[in-house]
Structure formats: C-alpha cells, structure tokens
C-alpha cells in the first residue's frame, strides 16, 4: 500500500479572480503560490486552460507558464491542461518548445480533448478550423512528431521545439483518453478534482491498455483532488463554501467571480443543486490536518496513485497558502 510520503504531491491553479479583485491580482497570486509550493517541496505545478469565464485568469496557459517558469527555479510548470481541439498542434508544439527551450527540464504538456467551452466560444477560437475532439488521436501523434527529431522527409517542423522531447500527459474525465494514453504508453492524469464519478473504471482502463513505451515502462497515475485545508474541521467547512458558491454559480451559468465564505449553504442551494455540488466535490480534502490524513490514506489504498495534484479553490490567499502548507507537513 502506498502512503502520502510515498508519492508526489503537486498543484494544479486556476489563477482565480475574487470579486473584489481582478486578472492581475490572480495572476500575482498564481505566481506567489508557485513559489510557495516550490519551496514546500512539491513536484509540479500546472495551469489549466479555461475560455469565456470571468473568474479564471488562466486562459493564456503558455503566457502564463512563461511569467511563472520566470519567477521560479525548479518546480516543474506545465498545463492541466491544454484544450487541444482549440489549436492547431504546430501552434501548441511551438509554444511549448520555446518554454522548454528557454527553462529545459522544467516543463509538462498536459492535453484534453474537450473543447473546454460552449458553442459560442468554441467558434471564436477557431473561427474557420474544424478541429474537434474526434481529431484527438492524430493531433496527439502531431504534436509527438513535432517534438522529436527531425527526419529529413519533415516539410513542416517546431522552431522552437523539434527535439525538444516535451513530456506529453493525457488528461481526462472519462475513459477514451485513459484508453489512448495506456495505448500510446503516456502518463494519465483523471479529473477527479471535478469528475470523480468515473476515476476508478478510468485507471483500470488506462491499466489494462497500457503499452510500454519509450517514455513509461509501466503505467503513472495522477489524480486531481480539491483541498481546503486548515487548522479544524469546522474552519475548512467553512472556507469551503466559498468554492461550493462557485460551482453552483457555474450550474447556474451566473459569475465565476469568487465569493467569500458563509456561515451556511442552507437557503442559497436547492436540493438538486445541492447534490449536484456534493458530486462534484465528491473527492474534496475538507477538514483539518488528521481529517485530510485519513482521507488520502484511504484514496491512495483504493486507488494506487503514483502522484495528487490538489486544486484550493479559497477565497482568501492567505487561506491558501495554509492550506497548502497543511498538506505539505502530512508527508
């Protein structure tokens, strides 16, 4: 059986915007939690590709990489994940090859295949490209292409990038990306963190498929898990609901701007918007350090992970630095 101080731990931001802030502060505040997790000595640290929401600064994911790789010096950075059906693979292999360039060994290219965005904003992110999740395979197998060696038949190549080798991850809510990333013999990242309903028939698909490759001689585990940590139970279930108002925001296609915390949820959910939070959040870390403990214990026992990367959603900063730091000394 695994243990916590077995595994990595990682953090996975969204750079979220408060209400009574803005973008540049959430940025700031990516970067000041990037190297606060680095020096408490966890593995990585990934930004996730969000469009056409106010209260996520994180669209921009290379920029974004870019501005933290620069006020960092070993934490592994990269994308949790890139939306791949918004881009052409070249565009993507070009980014990613020039941050890998410029801070080499340090960078992670995590890929979905959904379009991550409504109809409205899928169009204006491609406007003429047909790019669908449907072309997800073969837009995986351009982008290895363009991050390996040239060969001398190559008409189109990644400058930078060709032979830059960009770690590539799989990320997925479901089971086709567990299939193809145990097919292809990369490492696979599920999103628990807000779609824990499939996670255990997902790693045992991405188990039996998987094929020894050239990157991964046996198969790697990453599991996203939403943190409030602190001191007590009953201070981190209050810190939650600031994410909980979130979520329900997002049911009800209201402001993702994050709103401060609330002695209690009663009067501001109905029942099934209740449950529906309660399934999103059905592999939250909430509670105090022993809670939290026994909490991943049992997670790792179940599932074997090789690595967690946690998400705290929190409105105040301070918040979630502790709670970061609360995990941390688990270990």
Request: charged share 20%; glycine share 10%; hydrophobic share 40%.
């Amino acid at each position: 059986m695994k243990r916590l101080a077995d595994i990595k731990i990682s953090t996975l931001d969204l750079a979220p915007i408060r209400a009574d802030g803005g973008p540049q502060q959430a940025l700031r505040n990516s970067l000041a939690l990037a190297q606060h997790v680095e020096k408490l000595g966890y593995t990585r640290f990934w930004v996730a590709e969000h469009h056409n929401m106010d209260g996520i600064a994180s669209s921009a994911t290379a920029v974004l990489i870019g501005y933290l790789a620069a006020g960092t010096t070993s934490i592994r950075l990269g994308a949790g994940g890139v939306m791949l059906p918004n881009h052409a693979p070249l565009v993507i292999a070009e980014q990613f090859g020039t941050l890998a360039t410029l801070y080499p060994g340090r960078i992670d290219l995590g890929l979905g295949r959904a379009p991550g965005a409504d109809q409205y904003t899928a169009r204006a992110l491609r406007r003429e490209r047909s790019g669908s999740a449907d072309d997800f395979p073969e837009d995986v197998e351009e982008l290895q292409r363009y991050f390996g060696p040239r060969t001398p038949d190559q008409r189109v190549i990644a400058m930078p990038g060709s032979g830059t080798e960009v770690p590539l991850w799989l990320l997925g809510s479901s089971l086709f990306s567990a299939q193809l990333a145990g097919q292809k013999g990369l490492p696979y990242a599920f999103a628990s963190h807000f779609a824990p309903r499939l996670m255990h028939e997902a790693i045992r698909v991405y188990r039996n498929h998987f094929q020894p490759s050239a990157v991964l001689d046996k198969p790697y585990v990453m599991l996203g898990v939403p943190l409030i940590g602190a001191d007590n139970d009953e201070q981190a279930a209050y810190l939650a609901t600031s994410a909980y108002q979130r979520i329900l925001a997002l049911i009800r296609g209201q402001s993702l701007l994050q709103r401060p915390p609330v002695p209690s949820m009663d009067g501001l959910w109905l029942p099934h918007e209740k449950q529906a939070v309660g399934e999103f959040f059905g592999l939250a870390m909430v509670g105090g350090p022993e809670k939290i403990r026994t909490k991943l214990e049992v997670l790792l026992e179940q599932t074997g992970a090789d690595e967690l990367i946690f998400t705290s959603d929190m409105y105040d900063f301070a918040d979630r630095l502790h709670s970061y730091e609360i995990l941390a000394q688990l270990r």
